[in-house]
T-cell receptor
Framework: KNEVEQSPQNLTAQEGEFITINCSYSVGISALHWLQQHPGGGIVSLFM???GKKKHGRLIATINIQEKHSSLHITASHPRDSAVYICAVSSTANNNDMRFGAGTRLTVKP | NAGVMQNPRHLVRRRGQEARLRCSPMKGHSHVYWYRQLPEEGLKFMVY????????ESGMPKERFSAEFPKEGPSILRIQQVVRGDSAAYFC??????????????FGPGTRLTVL
C-alpha cells in the first residue's frame, strides 16, 4: 500500500461542475502539498498545508490532521483546469523526503 | 527572469549507454532537487544539492546514478549503463532557500528519457 493514496485516479467533469479530489496518507507529516501537472509536463505548486484550509481563486484545499486526509476542491471548473493533480507530503523525519501520490487526472469538458 | 531550464527535453539512449541530464536553476537559486516519474507512477525524490554539495541523496539508486551541482554551470544527473527500467521523466526543481518545502520549489519542464 502506498503511503500517499489519491482518489479518484481519473475524473471527467462538465464545465462548471464542482470537483473534489481526495488524498489520504499514512506517515507523520510536517506539511502536505497539492501540485498541478499540465499535459506538457510542467509542474506547479498550488498549496502547502499543515492545518485547516486555504483558498486561492477557485481552488480550495483542506486538511484533517487527525484523519490524515486532505481534499482539493475546484469550484466552477473550466477546461483549462484539465491536468494531473498530485498530492505530496513532507515526512516529519526528513523534510526533503517527499512522498507523492500517483496523481488524479482531471478532464473538464466544455 | 527565465524559469528552471532542463535539457534535453527528450533523450533516447540504447541499453548500456550513458545519459546526462542538465538542469539550470532559476537565477538566484542555489538549491536543486531531482525527481523521477516512472510511467504510470508518482514522482519520487532522488537527490537534493546545493552548489558543490550533495545534501541528501537518500532517494538515489546506489549504483549507476550520480548527481553534481558545480560552482559554475548547470546541475547534472548522470545515469551510467542505462537499462530499460531507467525510462522515465526526470524533473529538476530549484529553490532559493533551505526550507526544502515544495511550495518554494520551481519545477523545470522535465527530460523524458527513453532507453531502447
Amino acid at each position: 500500500k502506498n503511503e500517499v493514496e489519491q482518489s479518484p485516479q481519473n475524473l471527467t467533469a462538465q464545465e462548471g461542475e464542482f470537483i473534489t479530489i481526495n488524498c489520504s496518507y499514512s506517515v507523520g507529516i510536517s506539511a502536505l502539498h497539492w501540485l498541478q501537472q499540465h499535459p506538457g509536463g510542467g509542474i506547479v505548486s498550488l498549496f502547502m498545508l499543515s492545518s485547516g484550509k486555504k483558498k486561492h481563486g477557485r481552488l480550495i484545499a483542506t486538511i484533517n490532521i487527525q484523519e490524515k486526509h486532505s481534499s482539493l476542491h475546484i469550484t466552477a471548473s473550466h477546461p483549462r483546469d484539465s491536468a494531473v493533480y498530485i498530492c505530496a507530503v513532507s515526512s516529519t523525519a526528513n523534510n526533503n523526503d517527499m512522498r507523492f501520490g500517483a496523481g488524479t487526472r482531471l478532464t473538464v469538458k466544455p | 527572469n527565465a524559469g528552471v531550464m532542463q535539457n534535453p527535453r527528450h533523450l533516447v539512449r540504447r541499453r548500456g549507454q550513458e545519459a546526462r541530464l542538465r538542469c539550470s536553476p532559476m537565477k538566484g537559486h542555489s538549491h536543486v532537487y531531482w525527481y523521477r516519474q516512472l510511467p504510470e507512477e508518482g514522482l519520487k525524490f532522488m537527490v537534493y544539492l546545493q552548489k558543490e554539495n550533495i545534501i541528501d541523496e537518500s532517494g538515489m539508486p546506489k549504483e549507476r546514478f550520480s548527481a553534481e551541482f558545480p560552482k559554475e554551470g548547470p546541475s547534472i544527473l548522470r545515469i551510467q549503463q542505462v537499462v530499460r527500467g531507467d525510462s522515465a521523466a526526470y524533473f529538476c526543481a530549484s529553490s532559493p532557500g533551505t526550507s526544502g518545502s515544495l511550495s518554494e520549489q520551481f519545477f523545470g519542464p522535465g527530460t523524458r528519457l527513453t532507453v531502447l
